[in-house]
């Protein structure tokens, strides 16, 4: 059933993934919700995901990036910024 | 501006008879920013490439849309505009504004970034050019106090745009404004919080004139239409005839499937070949109007030719309610079922109208739960080689 694991627990997950991912692949949304779809099934909605993912970036643990697709990443400076 | 920066290319822009923006960024040279925009742009031209830098990061705190990051990729050359940030803000619906409401914007771009813009962005968005980072986070409460938001930019539902619909246009079939505004609204996650393949566009028009060139324009074009016949008043078709208006030449010729006729001073339409092109309606408008039966055709998949060429939108429902006192539910009911299986199954970075083309028109509309009707077909087949289920089942048994 939907909504049986808490919300921070799916960004947590989130987090990992993105933090396993970082400097190797730019994840997107989808990527995240996937990734914890396949670890819980059932047990999340997408809503949940949706949730879950607004607390990872609400809380600056992620941020959005832009290149070409959107992606969520670990906040950094990027090389092209001047300062 | 001062006998310092000498901009002889850009000055070639001020020739001709039509008003030059070179010109009116002369005017704010003052400004730093505007100055070394200005000696960027001479250099650029003179070197004939870009020195900007694409900036994918900044942004607001929890908004994945909305500023678009641009660096000056010779800063020290042009210190004013290191940082050129644009941002984007959500238009009202069928861009009316008041006079306070305009001044209210310019006085905080004024206060926080370089003063220039380019209202408005193809998208629909007001669009202010030229800021910094540190000033972004004050923009934005600046804009949010009065009322005012971001619009989307990345892979999000772009801020959703409309034609000035009944507000001043006779030939509105539905309201494009409260539709507008209600899905700019109802979708805000999915507006500002990027979640999708890739930019999802929603323009509205009242009717086939598609004023914001939907069709062309945008991933999801939701045209005005009408079910029933043309109105004809009769009395207004006799007074045209009467001051000498060629009806024959500049109407029947014209109508695409010739399916007007003149008898006397009486107008008749055959409503069951009229492909609804509205031209008769604009040159006539004082004699013919839209049916009464009104509502939206929705097309989707236009766009232009950024990764994989222009596309035109595809038909996919010829007639849908827009009932405003439903809250627009049928509207809503089909995105959400668009997007739900564009998602699932869609590439990175693939449009809607690549999905489909990708997919085919036949998966795609079984997995939005569309029925396949005639109004669909954009050509006559021309593979034979096409095997229906039936044939299979006949085969089988």
């Not at chain 2, 393949?197 to 239409?225: E, L, Q, V």
């Not at chain 2, 950024?306 to 595809?314: E, K, R």
Request: charged share 25%; net charge negative.
């Amino acid at each position: 059933m939907a909504g049986e694991v808490p919300i921070e627990q799916l960004a947590d997950d989130m987090f990992q993934v993105v933090s396993d991912s970082a400097g190797q692949k730019k994840l997107k949304a989808k990527d995240l919700t996937k990734a914890v779809i396949a670890k819980y099934g059932d047990k999340i909605s997408k809503d949940d995901t949706k949730a879950a993912i607004r607390l990872l970036i609400d809380s600056g643990r992620c941020v959005y990036g832009y290149f070409g697709g959107s992606s969520i990443e670990l906040p950094h400076t990027e090389g092209s910024a001047n300062e | 501006m001062s006998d310092e920066l000498k901009t002889p290319l850009l000055d070639e822009l001020e020739k001709g008879p039509w008003p030059s923006f070179i010109t009116d960024l002369k005017s704010m040279a003052d400004r730093p920013m505007v100055r070394d925009l200005l000696g960027q742009l001479e250099k650029s031209y003179r070197d004939k490439q870009g020195y900007w830098k694409h900036g994918g990061l900044v942004g607001i705190m929890g908004y994945g849309g909305g500023v678009i990051g641009r660096y000056s990729a010779i800063p020290d050359q042009f210190p004013g505009v290191s940082h050129f940030h644009t941002v984007r803000v959500n238009q009202p619906s069928g861009w009316f504004y008041t006079s306070e409401a305009l001044n209210e914007i310019m006085d905080i771009w004024d206060e926080h970034g370089s003063g220039l813009t380019n209202m408005h962005g193809s998208t629909g968005d007001m669009v202010l050019l030229g800021t910094t980072t540190k000033e972004l986070e004050p923009i934005f409460r600046a804009l949010t106090a009065k009322d005012w938001d971001l619009g989307g930019s990345g892979s999000d539902l772009r801020t959703p745009s409309c034609c000035i619909g009944p507000a001043r246009c006779e030939n509105a079939c539905y309201d494009t404004l409260a539709l507008t505004y209600n899905i700019t609204h109802k979708y805000q996650d999915e507006l500002h919080r990027p979640m999708f393949n890739y930019k999802y566009k929603i323009k509205m028009s009242g009717c086939p004139n598609d004023c914001t060139a939907a069709m062309a324009r945008s991933d999801m074009a939701i045209i005005g239409i009408w079910k029933d016949d043309i109105q004809i008043d009769q009395s207004a078709i006799a007074e045209y005839v009467d001051a000498g208006f060629n009806i024959q030449e500049y109407v029947i010729e014209k109508c695409p499937t010739k399916c007007i006729t003149l008898e006397g001073k009486e107008l008749k339409i055959d409503d069951s070949d009229c492909v609804k092109c509205v031209h008769c309606i604009n040159v006539l408008p004082k004699a013919l109007s839209p049916g009464k039966e009104r509502g939206a055709a929705i097309a989707l998949g236009g766009k232009a030719p950024i990764v994989d060429g222009a596309l035109f939108a595809t038909l996919i429902v010829p007639f849908i309610e827009i009932d405003e006192e439903n809250g627009f539910e049928e509207v809503h009911d089909l995105l959400e079922r668009i997007w739900e299986f564009w998602d699932e199954h869609g590439m990175n970075r693939e449009r809607i109208g690549e999905f489909i083309e990708r997919v085919t028109l036949k998966t795609f509309l079984e997995g939005i739960g569309v029925e396949p009707m005639p109004q669909q077909i954009t050509q006559p087949r021309d593979n034979p080689y096409i095997f229906y289920e039936e044939y299979f089942e006949e085969e089988t048994e």
